[in-house]
């Protein structure tokens, strides 16, 4: 069973950083693509970044010059570090896994709290 376990959460001022982290009980090279969404009350989960295991990184709108996906494959490892927070980056961010079409897996998510 696949197991995706994020830190690095918490409460942070405006205009300040955090860098979480998400680590699998696998091989990260197992997984096609892995990411990063969020969900705040009442709304959908919404995409934050995802990085291909060529790769290639893709971004929400507006998230890219504030946000940066990576990964280390040695640790097994996928890193979301987001700058400059706004509090409408206040949500509960899930690590996301895919591993080819029908298989997906998410992580039970971290609060990122942004105070004004």
């Known amino acids: 069973q696949v197991q995706l376990v994020e830190s690095g959460g918490g409460l942070v001022q405006a205009g300040g950083s955090l860098r979480l982290s998400c680590a699998t009980s696998?091989?990260?090279?197992?997984?096609?693509?892995m990411g990063w969404y969020r969900q705040t009350p009442g709304k959908q989960r919404e995409l934050v970044a995802t990085l291909t295991k060529f790769g290639s990184a893709n971004y929400a709108e507006a998230k890219k010059d504030r946000f940066t996906i990576s990964r280390d494959n040695a640790k097994n490892t996928v890193y979301l570090q987001m700058n400059s927070l706004k509090f409408e980056d206040t949500a509960v961010y899930y690590c996301?896994?895919?591993?080819?079409?029908?298989?997906?897996?998410w992580g039970s998510g971290t609060q990122v709290t942004v105070s004004s």
């Open positions: 996301y896994a895919r591993r080819d079409r029908t298989s997906s897996y």
């Open positions: 696998g091989s990260i090279r197992d997984f096609s693509a």
